[in-house]
């Protein structure tokens, strides 16, 4: 099977097929492989069909101008994809393309096998692209994220105890030492006391006083 074979499987028109696969083959970057090939197919004339195209890297849409005598080319890469999805109709089907920014990709009129073989192989590739891209994600959120080092302070020099000097201790003044009376002075207390007290009158107090002080 050559290579223009491997993409007449599903019946795609083969002049269509023959025109836009040398181009295309020539615009693929070095990595990158055609998957699948879908030829639009309208109902009434189907002299300059459009082509839509799936590598492993975008999405292509072959548009012929200058009534056949030339082709335009678009491309959309995986990254610039949303979803892509597709809408069986009378005559054929409805192909979708959702980019991230701008309008809908539409194009009619892909007969209803290559519609469904076309989005299975677009889909697969989108979801392939965005699982890549979690990947990476994935790892650069690992390889961004250091373990954490703490900082542990120097430990504190040993504080030398100093011994407390004791509290001092103060003594109540001591009382006043009362010198012990004479027995001279005593009686004389205790006869005077004999008056305050008019247990005596006032000329024994007077007696007993003189008699006291002519003993010493």
Not at 11 to 33: C, I, R, S, Y
Not at 45 to 67: E, H
Not at 161 to 172: D, H, K, M, Q, T
Request: with cysteine; proline share 7%.
């Amino acid at each position: 099977m050559n290579l223009i074979d491997r993409f007449l499987s599903d019946e795609q028109d083969p002049k269509a097929v023959e025109k836009v696969l040398g181009k295309l083959n020539d615009m693929l970057t070095q990595g990158e492989e055609l998957i699948y090939l879908a030829v639009q197919k309208k109902p009434a004339v189907n002299l300059l069909p459009d082509c839509i195209a799936v590598s492993t890297k975008r999405m292509f849409y072959c548009t012929p101008g200058n009534l056949g005598f030339t082709m335009n080319f678009k491309d959309i890469s995986w990254k610039s994809i949303k979803e892509v999805s597709f809408k069986e109709e009378i005559f054929g089907s409805k192909f979708i393309c959702v980019p991230l920014q701008g309008e809908n990709i539409v194009t009619e009129y892909i007969p209803k096998v290559q519609a469904r073989k076309l989005y299975q192989a677009a889909y697969a590739q989108l979801e392939e692209y965005k699982e890549q891209l979690r990947q990476t994600e994935l790892e650069e959120r690992r390889s961004s994220t250091s373990p954490v080092t703490v900082n542990t302070a120097p430990a504190a020099e040993p504080v030398e105890e100093r011994p407390v000097p004791p509290a001092p201790v103060f003594s109540p003044p001591a009382a006043p030492v009362q010198e012990q009376e004479d027995e001279t002075t005593l009686k004389l207390r205790k006869l005077k006391t004999l008056y305050d007290k008019q247990l005596i009158t006032l000329e024994e107090y007077e007696s007993k006083k003189a008699d006291i002080l002519d003993s010493l």
